[in-house]
């Protein structure tokens, strides 16, 4: 089975900290995602990344950073939280040329104070 | 534009009720399409895909669902609904790129 394990369940922070959301998967995939969930607003793609190093914007990218130095890792930066990034947010890992199945960690809540 | 609807944002049915939860999609291409399931304060989990052939798919837990290129749906439904099948039900859309679309999710309560 894949596993998708993101560090934190829960974490509280204060405005203008910098946060840091870790996500690691076991099985190889190339492509890892960060989405953030939000009530009546579905699931929207912060950043993906398709290799080491490499990354793409997503539909939300403003306010976010993303890290990709190790093939199994990716992790999301907020430079300096704000409230309005108090969300849930999502990674998830996919194995390019599979029929785009993705598999989802647990999901970290993130209160911004 | 590409896009998916999930038109029903909450709805509630009794234990042992029959249940179809509705998606209907705008992809420029061959879709690929997906239901997960999401139980309070988890992640998500894949209940079933269709990439082609029968367009009648069989998921886990249960569900199946059932594509109709004709009316650009991908609808989920289940004879007999559990108690446990109480949750958020997400329909997403993908195949010409590596990235999913996402509807906004349909919550399902289960009264006893």
């Known amino acids: 089975d894949v596993k998708v394990t993101q560090s934190s369940r829960y974490l509280v922070k204060r405005t203008g900290e910098k946060v840091f959301l870790e996500c690691v998967q076991d099985m190889d995939h190339e492509n890892m995602f960060w989405y953030r969930q939000d009530p009546g607003l579905g699931l929207r793609l912060i950043y993906f990344s398709y290799d080491v190093k490499m990354k793409e914007k997503g539909d939300i990218p403003e306010g976010y950073s993303v890290s990709r130095e190790k093939k199994e890792r990716f992790s999301l930066i907020l430079e300096s939280a704000s409230t309005n990034q108090t969300s849930m947010y999502l990674c998830?890992?996919?194995?390019?040329?599979?029929?785009?199945?993705?598999?989802f960690g647990a999901g970290t809540r993130l209160s911004v104070l | 534009a590409q896009s998916v609807t999930q038109p029903d944002i909450h709805i509630t049915v009794s234990e042992g009720a029959s249940l179809e939860l509705r998606c209907n999609y705008s992809y420029g291409a061959t879709p690929y399409l997906f239901w997960y399931v999401q139980s309070p304060g988890q992640g998500l989990q894949l209940l079933l895909k269709?990439?082609?052939?029968?367009?009648l798919v069989q998921g886990i837990k249960g569900f199946e669902a059932e594509f109709k290129r004709s009316q650009s749906s991908f609808n989920l439904r289940k004879p007999s609904v559990h108690w446990s099948d109480a949750a958020e039900y997400f329909c997403a859309v993908g195949g010409n790129t590596d990235k999913l679309i996402f509807g906004t999710g349909t919550r399902l309560q289960v009264f006893p």
């Open positions: 269709y990439f082609s052939g029968d367009t």
């Open positions: 998830a890992s996919m194995r390019p040329g599979q029929g785009n199945i993705q598999y």
